[in-house]
Nanobody
């Protein structure tokens, strides 16, 4: 059982930065990857970034590539999403999720456990 818990969301001006944290409590080496997804008002959940626990391969949505960085701390069972140059269109609830499957990391159906989300609001 893996229970992701997000933190670090908040209000920031355009061009600013935020770092989100996801503590993967209860990890028992069964998790294949951790991912970040977001959901903006009126839109469906979309993939943001993902990282594999083993090997540390990273994946990014085109919309955030070059601005966001996902990282892991295996010893702490924690993943981070460092966000730079934030834009108003980045405003959303950000969710951390854990996958026990070896399917595509950008596919939300591959993730078994989800956090409650943390709000990120970027003002103009």
């Amino acid at each position: 059982q893996v229970q992701p818990v997000e933190s670090g969301g908040g209000l920031v001006q355009a061009g600013g930065s935020l770092r989100l944290s996801c503590a993967a409590s209860g990890r028992t080496f069964s998790s294949y990857a951790m991912g970040w997804f977001r959901q903006a008002p009126g839109k469906e959940r979309e993939f943001v970034a993902a990282i594999r626990w083993s090997g540390g391969s990273t994946y990014y949505a085109d919309s955030v590539k070059g601005r966001f960085t996902i990282a892991r701390d295996n010893a702490k069972n924690t993943v981070y999403l460092q966000m730079y140059s934030l834009k108003p269109e980045d405003t959303a609830v950000y969710y951390c999720a854990a996958s026990t499957h070896r399917g595509p990391v950008f596919d939300s159906v591959e993730y078994d456990y989800w956090g409650q989300g943390t709000q990120v609001t970027v003002s103009s």
